[in-house]
């Protein structure tokens, strides 16, 4: 079994700075993929960011520039740090884990970005 622990969410004002977090737990395979969806109110669940085992990142065309996704050396643990942010990238943020041919959502932290 899986676990994905977020950590990070919360309220700020446009062109501020927020860091997510979210720790991975259980049977995680060495190949392996971990990202961030969000979803607004709404809208369909998009893609934000995603990092695999050999640190590869790839972006929504939406946050180039401004969210850079990290992992740790362990791979256990993604990161999101998003800078700039706009009232746009309001939404739940969901962290996500591809292994063994699986796909292992957590629960979602809000992000809102507001004056």
């Known amino acids: 079994q899986v676990q994905l622990v977020e950590s990070g969410g919360g309220l700020v004002q446009p062109g501020g700075s927020l860091r997510l977090s979210c720790a991975a737990s259980?049977?995680?395979?060495?190949?392996?993929?971990m990202g961030w969806y969000r979803q607004a109110p709404e809208k369909e669940r998009e893609l934000v960011a995603t990092?695999?085992?050999?640190?590869?990142?790839n972006y929504a065309d939406s946050v180039k520039g401004r969210f850079t996704i990290s992992r740790d050396n362990a791979g256990n643990t993604v990161y999101l740090q998003m800078n700039s942010l706009r009232p746009g990238d309001t939404a739940v943020y969901y962290c996500?884990?591809?292994?063994?041919?699986?796909?292992?959502w957590g629960k979602g932290t809000l992000v809102t970005v507001s004056s």
């Open positions: 996500h884990l591809k292994t063994g041919g699986m796909d292992y």
């Open positions: 990092v695999n085992n050999f640190h590869g990142r």
């Open positions: 259980g049977s995680i395979f060495r190949i392996n993929v």
